[in-house]
């Protein structure tokens, strides 16, 4: 059944046909090589042999080992010692012959002791074939089911025909040919028959075949069969072509805590708010006795603030599911009301329905001529141009950027002075003027930033030290400082487990996350510290796959990515952090080696920018698409333009 045997023979004739003489070369073998193999000693014959050797055979069916084994005669018919060779033999096509020859006998019912239905078919089985094939049948025929006695199985119509046939061809040929009509069939029936392999195989067919107009339905097949990478794909598919998505019958067919989830997205990729405002009413309105009592939850999810005014004025007058419920009608308001705080600039503006989604944000890079940074740039992507916007109030050099909404925060940095800054400057997208915030509590450089829940957080860095010359730097902070945009306030939170500065700072699943740095002595430091603002406390989370500083990161859904570094290792590695499992994945590398690089995610996508190697400077801008792990050029920088920091901020709201 193995297809692998042990031929023994002896050089000598052994009395009494061996008896206890055989015991040690019966253990040797069964020791040395049974382990190896697992395979049982099948048969010794005895003859003469003059000149015992070692001999390894192969062919392209068959191999063959002949191997010395030295065992101690019997002494009542022998002193001296002699040798014992072993053949094993393997035959490596005798599966695949054996499973020709069932499926010859399944094909003439011979040998044949079950029989499975399926609509009006029937198919003589061998229940061996089909246990040892899948765990579904192993499970049916040894379990005590009434299936294991009875001589039929049934499956009605809850199987095609022809998907198992194909199924139980593959059980007896190990092949089976999937194309555009039966891989979804296949997946489905692979389920449900515990034919693992088909499934799979069936999966990556459809990943291969994945297009706008169909990933709804693969996302929705896909997750009730648990093929994880389909669902993700198909998943990011629906976010990237929400605009054809919504048009097919499949997008009617939803159920509401799916489509609560396409249209709640930030990678959601829309330009016009409008289109998933208006997606949202024709699915109510496709079954809508039972889902108008839904619209409520589903108009929170909408930025109705991104709408046109017009646009939700003539809903509020004009639409009759949104007349008909007070409740539809107070959100349409308070959507109003964000509307024109945020076109007067009126303060803060934190509502859910305000916030467009990654798609609809600007990419800006703060840079110069040289690392003092003087100039934010803004990335046409459509164009692929680099676009000069503003000046900084102040040039300045190791700072950090953070944008929250419409508005740029930069905080501290060394100026021309090399004096290190406490001082926070604003940079209002909508109205395109700088504006000061109140200092922060400490001033620092090389330290990094993030939003968290519409609030500032600045972590780590170093700051001057007193009585020393101003470039003197301090060991690396521990400080993290928390700025409320809506008192223009600044407080301390709980400090770092270890004090980091040139720090890789994001925030993703409501914390923050703090990559590698400098520690306080000057060495790389290859811990992921977590925050969590509920307990006000600092967590050592996991650990990086190397020691990191000078690096980027960047955050898509649960996803944080990782790129560059100062070290030969590092500096075009990128890796993909899961914050919810804490497990690392290595993904493609970048096109050049990058140290001091700058990172954001946009529309489903990745965007690197600046850093250097030695004395190469990298002059592009590059994007990672994680769908298909590679990396791309968009344009290149201009060569007047060293990146020093790179931000995403909202779109320009429609009047």
């Given at each position: 059944?193995?297809?692998?045997?042990?031929?023994?023979?002896?050089?000598?004739?052994?009395?009494?046909?061996?008896?206890?003489?055989?015991?040690?070369?019966?253990?040797?073998?069964?020791?040395?090589?049974?382990?190896?193999?697992?395979?049982?000693?099948?048969?010794?014959?005895?003859?003469?042999?003059?000149?015992?050797?070692?001999v390894c055979k192969a062919s392209a069916d068959r191999a063959t080992v002949?191997?010395?084994?030295?065992?101690?005669?019997?002494?009542?018919?022998?002193?001296?010692?002699?040798?014992?060779?072993?053949?094993?033999?393997?035959?490596?096509?005798?599966?695949?012959?054996?499973?020709?020859?069932?499926?010859?006998?399944?094909?003439?019912?011979?040998?044949?002791?079950?029989?499975?239905?399926?609509?009006?078919?029937?198919?003589?089985?061998?229940?061996?074939?089909?246990?040892?094939?899948?765990?579904?049948?192993?499970?049916?025929?040894?379990?005590?089911?009434?299936?294991?006695?009875?001589?039929?199985?049934?499956?009605?119509?809850?199987?095609?025909?022809?998907?198992?046939?194909?199924?139980?061809?593959?059980?007896?040929?190990?092949?089976?040919?999937?194309?555009?009509?039966?891989?979804?069939?296949l997946l489905e029936a692979g389920d449900m028959l515990q034919f693992h392999?088909?499934?799979?195989?069936?999966?990556?067919?459809?990943?291969?075949?994945?297009?706008?107009?169909?990933?709804?339905?693969?996302?929705?097949?896909?997750?009730?069969?648990?093929?994880?990478?389909?669902?993700?794909?198909?998943?990011?598919?629906?976010?990237?072509?929400?605009?054809?998505?919504?048009?097919?019958?499949?997008?009617?067919?939803?159920?509401?805590?799916?489509?609560?989830?396409?249209?709640?997205?930030?990678?959601?990729?829309?330009?016009?708010?409008?289109?998933?405002?208006?997606?949202?009413?024709?699915?109510?309105?496709?079954?809508?006795?039972?889902?108008?009592?839904?619209?409520?939850?589903?108009?929170?999810?909408?930025?109705?603030?991104?709408?046109?005014?017009?646009?939700?004025?003539?809903?509020?007058?004009?639409?009759?599911?949104?007349?008909?419920?007070?409740?539809?009608?107070?959100?349409?308001?308070?959507?109003?009301?964000?509307?024109?705080?945020?076109?007067?600039?009126?303060?803060?503006?934190?509502?859910?329905?305000?916030?467009?989604?990654?798609?609809?944000?600007?990419?800006?890079?703060?840079?110069?001529?040289?690392?003092?940074?003087?100039?934010?740039?803004?990335?046409?992507?459509?164009?692929?141009?680099?676009?000069?916007?503003?000046?900084?109030?102040?040039?300045?050099?190791?700072?950090?950027?953070?944008?929250?909404?419409?508005?740029?925060?930069?905080?501290?940095?060394?100026?021309?002075?090399?004096?290190?800054?406490?001082?926070?400057?604003?940079?209002?997208?909508?109205?395109?003027?700088?504006?000061?915030?109140?200092?922060?509590?400490?001033?620092?450089?090389?330290?990094?930033?993030?939003?968290?829940?519409?609030?500032?957080?600045v972590v780590g860095g170093h700051t001057a030290v007193a009585g020393v010359?101003?470039?003197?730097?301090?060991?690396?902070?521990?400080?993290?400082?928390?700025?409320?945009?809506?008192?223009?306030?600044?407080?301390?939170?709980?400090?770092?487990?270890?004090?980091?500065?040139?720090?890789?700072?994001?925030?993703?699943?409501?914390?923050?996350?703090?990559?590698?740095?400098?520690?306080?002595?000057?060495?790389?430091?290859?811990?992921?510290?977590?925050?969590?603002?509920?307990?006000?406390?600092?967590?050592?989370?996991?650990?990086?796959?190397?020691?990191?500083?000078?690096?980027?990161?960047?955050?898509?859904?649960?996803?944080?990515?990782?790129?560059?570094?100062?070290?030969?290792?590092?500096?075009?590695?990128?890796?993909?952090?899961?914050?919810?499992?804490?497990?690392?994945?290595?993904?493609?590398?970048?096109?050049?080696?990058?140290?001091?690089?700058?990172?954001?995610?946009?529309?489903?996508?990745?965007?690197?920018?600046?850093?250097?190697?030695?004395?190469?400077?990298?002059?592009?801008?590059?994007?990672?698409?994680?769908?298909?792990?590679?990396?791309?050029?968009?344009?290149?920088?201009?060569?007047?333009?060293?990146?020093?920091?790179?931000?995403?901020?909202?779109?320009?709201?429609?009047?």
């Amino acid at each position: 059944s193995s297809s692998w045997c042990y031929i023994v023979s002896s050089e000598w004739e052994l009395p009494g046909g061996g008896g206890a003489a055989w015991a040690p070369a019966r253990r040797a073998i069964d020791s040395d090589l049974g382990q190896l193999a697992g395979l049982p000693l099948l048969n010794i014959t005895r003859h003469r042999k003059r000149n015992p050797s070692f001999v390894c055979k192969a062919s392209a069916d068959r191999a063959t080992v002949i191997m010395s084994v030295s065992v101690h005669e019997n002494r009542k018919s022998r002193t001296s010692t002699g040798s014992m060779n072993i053949l094993l033999f393997h035959k490596t096509s005798h599966p695949d012959c054996v499973l020709s020859h069932l499926n010859t006998f399944r094909k003439r019912c011979v040998f044949t002791d079950v029989t499975l239905w399926a609509g009006n078919r029937s198919f003589p089985c061998h229940r061996a074939v089909l246990a040892a094939s899948s765990s579904y049948f192993e499970a049916m025929f040894s379990n005590g089911l009434r299936e294991s006695l009875d001589d039929e199985v049934n499956f009605h119509d809850s199987l095609h025909p022809e998907v198992l046939e194909l199924l139980l061809d593959f059980a007896y040929s190990s092949q089976i040919i999937i194309n555009e009509e039966n891989a979804e069939s296949l997946l489905e029936a692979g389920d449900m028959l515990q034919f693992h392999d088909v499934r799979d195989a069936a999966a990556e067919f459809l990943e291969k075949n994945l297009y706008p107009s169909n990933c709804l339905g693969m996302m929705l097949l896909s997750d009730v069969h648990q093929c994880r990478r389909l669902y993700e794909l198909s998943w990011r598919m629906c976010l990237v072509n929400f605009e054809t998505v919504h048009k097919s019958e499949d997008f009617n067919n939803l159920s509401k805590d799916t489509l609560l989830d396409l249209i709640s997205s930030d990678e959601l990729e829309i330009e016009d708010e409008e289109k998933v405002f208006r997606a949202i009413i024709q699915w109510v309105k496709y079954d809508l006795d039972k889902r108008k009592v839904h619209l409520p939850e589903l108009l929170r999810n909408v930025r109705l603030a991104l709408l046109p005014s017009k646009c939700l004025k003539e809903a509020m007058a004009c639409e009759d599911l949104i007349m008909a419920d007070e409740r539809n009608k107070l959100i349409m308001e308070e959507a109003m009301h964000c509307k024109k705080k945020i076109l007067q600039n009126d303060g803060v503006v934190t509502s859910p329905c305000a916030k467009p989604r990654k798609a609809g944000h600007t990419l800006l890079i703060l840079g110069g001529q040289t690392f003092m940074c003087d100039k934010i740039y803004q990335v046409d992507q459509k164009a692929k141009e680099i676009i000069p916007k503003a000046d900084l109030p102040s040039p300045r050099k190791e700072f950090s950027a953070c944008a929250i909404g419409c508005k740029v925060y930069v905080t501290g940095g060394r100026g021309s002075e090399n004096g290190v800054s406490k001082d926070v400057w604003v940079y209002d997208t909508v109205h395109e003027e700088w504006s000061k915030a109140a200092p922060m509590l400490i001033a620092r450089f090389g330290h990094g930033s993030a939003e968290l829940e519409n609030c500032l957080y600045v972590v780590g860095g170093h700051t001057a030290v007193a009585g020393v010359f101003p470039a003197s730097p301090s060991v690396s902070l521990k400080q993290v400082e928390k700025y409320d945009p809506v008192s223009n306030k600044w407080t301390m939170v709980a400090p770092l487990r270890d004090g980091v500065s040139n720090a890789a700072v994001v925030s993703a699943r409501l914390k923050l996350f703090v990559f590698g740095g400098t520690s306080i002595y000057r060495d790389l430091v290859s811990k992921v510290q977590c925050y969590d603002p509920v307990v006000n406390r600092w967590a050592i989370k996991a650990e990086c796959p190397q020691p990191w500083r000078y690096t980027a990161a960047a955050v898509l859904g649960s996803q944080i990515f990782i790129m560059g570094g100062d070290t030969e290792f590092t500096a075009a590695s990128a890796y993909r952090f899961d914050c919810e499992t804490d497990q690392w994945t290595r993904i493609g590398d970048m096109t050049a080696k990058r140290m001091s690089c700058h990172a954001l995610a946009s529309g489903n996508k990745l965007y690197v920018v600046g850093g250097y190697f030695g004395t190469q400077r990298c002059k592009t801008l590059d994007c990672y698409d994680p769908t298909s792990d590679t990396w791309n050029c968009i344009t290149t920088v201009p060569y007047s333009l060293i990146p020093t920091a790179f931000v995403s901020t909202w779109k320009h709201l429609p009047a």
